[in-house]
């Protein structure tokens, strides 16, 4: 039987504490809800809790043991893979201190020899063997001393390194190999190592090449399979403690599925050569997967990984395992859960009584609480409901309609405050507009009335109290503004904007005002009020007439200046003119007589009797070529700095290229003893079309430097396609030696115009600084770039690129000098061919453009094309040729082809 309400107490005194009422008896049916209610926790909720802890607990367990042991596995990889580096690195450290490559060239000798060394190293660096070989196999020198002529089958690592590179992996050592590198060394157990393969980290370096020993390989490494110190070693970094006193961690490395090396104990001993799972062999070996999970190892119970190890060619050769008993965590697993089921019951029993205790005083606090709404509902706006007891929601019910009562008490207090505020503001208003000169006004179309504001007032002399009519506003527009204003009114009237400047008189002063107006319009858009300011800008009007003043004084001043330097600029212009026609005539009046010089030199030399008169010949001869080459230089950078120098593209040859350069400083190179290396890419093409002449310039010039900067060794020529397109070729070409060598400051200041490493007068190497300038100008003209490279005493490498286009074309052969029919015989050479006629002419043009005395020659080959294109002229420009007037049958050439000097 559920009984009816029962019936409120005493209305709370208004504005303080409750009144003393008796507590209402407790209503049965509620508390028995109420038990029940407790007591649900403890009958319902536990099982459900205890169910779903115990499985996440025993699957969030399981996980971290599984991640556990991947981390084990990873350190042990880690582990593995830092000493495989580390092989590798003392190797490259062994061949890099230069004291194992002086012996094996024979030019440093040592009581101990090369197999002391190697013995000291691989004890130092704690290998199992350490081996220098050929590439073929054949051991050169070795650690341990084995038999003589001991050969390998070279695997991949050795291959490897063969080629050129460091390298190291892990490796399988067949028996051959094992006896070869360790020969009489005993096993982990001091017994004979028996002839078998074996799993091994290796390492490889090659040699530097020299031509002073044949290529070699250090070889060196650790045998995994006998390293049970290693295992151990490597457990107690990756298991530093025991698993939670539950046993210590294992390691093991298999060869293939077979256990090679481990610290896992059956009846006290090592479990060496037992197999590893089927299942696990098959996955990690077979598919190259990691294996993570529970695995009876030597019949022991395990929480481990498994990961393939791969050698150098990508073959799964043998695996890694890392892990831990899992036996001494499933017990704990259990005790746990049990201790977690004891104290959630308890927990859920002690929240059952707390639940229970604390219903007793709910029906009371609710009973107070409707007692004070009550007496709201009254009118008694100063009642309270009082303190409550705790801070649950009856409690922050009651407080909450506490505050609710005192808020409507402060509304009142809050509303006289807002009043003063907007006193404040609109004041506040006042003096702002004032600051900014800008005031506003309100009109009201309906009654006409215009209300405006202090400042609006002040700015147009208006009444301080009171309305104003609007027409007095109007009255004060300028008559010039007027009609404006008034258009763009009734426009705004009609939908527009109204914004505007225009002049006001004021007590007859005239004043700018910046007005905008916004429209309230009714549902039919018709305009019913408008709210507008207006702001005093006469200052800004008169700075702007003022800037506007001096903006034409400026206008005018820069079209002053731009006479100026237009006049400068043609002056400038007929000075480059000038200089251009003086370099010209300057060209032609000194190289002219210098090439007179040269040719007779060169012929009094060939027809002097006695050696005296032949050596002051080419002392003659070379003094002019010297200075020759110096005026040309001088030349050259005049032209690159004006930016005068042309490209002449033309086929040519790039092995006839590389012939001229080594021709041009032959002798030289056999006086010192040098020999000639010259290497071409076969993807380099033979034939290509560029600047012959400027390209032959920039290779002869750094063949000269390596020439005068070699005292032994060779010079070696080397071109090799950079990149190709569809029209364009980019070429590198290179020239090293074995000279002095250069250091960095002397690279940064080989490209400095007039600049030499030694600038004292007693210098042993001449030259005034400005070949490799120029020579990379003009590189740098044909697309391309120039630099050196190098180490003090270690030869000196120069280069240069360069773009060239593809050419299908062929250089014509060059005709034989004995069977070139000329004028003398009276005989009319033959028809050239159309395309040899015009490659031969551009070589010939290129050369004449660089006085070159190879000229002649190649007249005499081009007889028949010369023929055909100068006709009667020919003899003028053998005659030129003959004189050394190289300009002049340059200038006949070019006239006869119908081309601009």
Known sequence: MNPGPSPPGPPPVPGGEPASEPRPAPRRSLRRRLFALGLAPVVLAFPIVLGVITWYGLARTERLLVENARTHLVGVRAYLDQARTRITQDLRGIVRSGRLTAMYAGSLREPNGLDGILAHRA????????????????IVASA????????????????RAAAGSWAGAYEVLDARTLAAVTPGQEGAQGRARPARRELAMTGAVHLPFSPRHPDAVLYGGVLLGESTAAVDRIRDIVFPVDEGGHGAGATAIYLGSQARATNVMVNGERASGQPAPPEVAEAVLGEGRRVVDHFTVSGTRYIGGFEPLVDADGRRIGMLFAGFPDSGFTRERWLVLAGVAVVLAGAMLALSWVFLATTGDATGRLSRIAG?????????????VGGQAGEDEIGQLGRGLDRLLEDLEANDRSRAEAQAALQRSEESLLRAQALAAMGSG???FATGAWECSAETRRMLHLPREGLVEFA????????EDAARVQAVWRDALRGGEYEIEHRVVVEGRTRWLHVRVAFERDAHGRAVACTGTAQDITERKRIEDELDRHRHHLEDLVSTRTRELARARDDAESANRARDAFLAN??????????????????????????????????????????????????????????????????????????????GSEAAAREKGLAWQVTVDPDVPPVARGDAGHLGRILAHLVDNAVKFSERGRIAVRVRLVDAGAESLHLRF?????????????????????????????????????????????????????GLAGAPGGGTLAWFTVRV???????????TPDRAPGPATGEAPPAPDPGEAAAALDALETLLAHSDHAAAARSREALAALSAALGPRLADYQRAIRDFDFESALALLRAARGRAA
Do not use: C
């Open 123 to 138: 004890q130092v660096d704690g290998l199992d063997f350490l081996v220098l070989v050929t590439e073929d196999g054949s």
């Open 144 to 159: 341990v001393r084995g038999p003589a002529g001991a050969s390998l089958v070279p695997g991949s690592v050795l291959r």
């Open 372 to 384: 004070a709404m009550a007496a709201f509902r009254r009118g008694e706006r100063g009642v309270r």
């Open 442 to 444: 309100h009109l009201d």
């Open 472 to 479: 007095e506003v109007l009255a004060r527009v300028h008559p």
């Open 586 to 663: 300057i060209g032609h009046e000194i190289r002219t007589p210098l090439n007179v010089i040269i040719g007779y030199a060169t012929l009094l030399g060939r027809e002097s009797a006695d050696f005296v008169s032949r050596e002051r010949a080419a002392r003659i001869e070379r003094s002019a070529w010297h200075l020759l080459r110096v005026f040309n230089d001088i030349l050259d950078l005049a032209r690159l700095e004006s930016r005068n120098m042309e490209l002449r593209p033309e086929d040519f040859s790039i092995a006839s290229l590389l012939e001229r350069a080594r021709e």
């Open 734 to 786: 290179e020239v090293a030696d074995e000279g002095r060598g250069i250091d960095e400051a002397e690279r940064t200041g080989a490209f400095k115009r007039f600049e030499q490493p030694d600038a004292s007068t007693t210098r042993r190497f001449g030259g005034m600084g400005l070949g490799l300038p120029i020579s990379r100008r003009l590189a740098q003209l044909m697309g391309g770039d120039l």
């Open 805 to 815: 286009e593809r050419t299908a074309a062929a250089l014509p052969p060059p005709a």
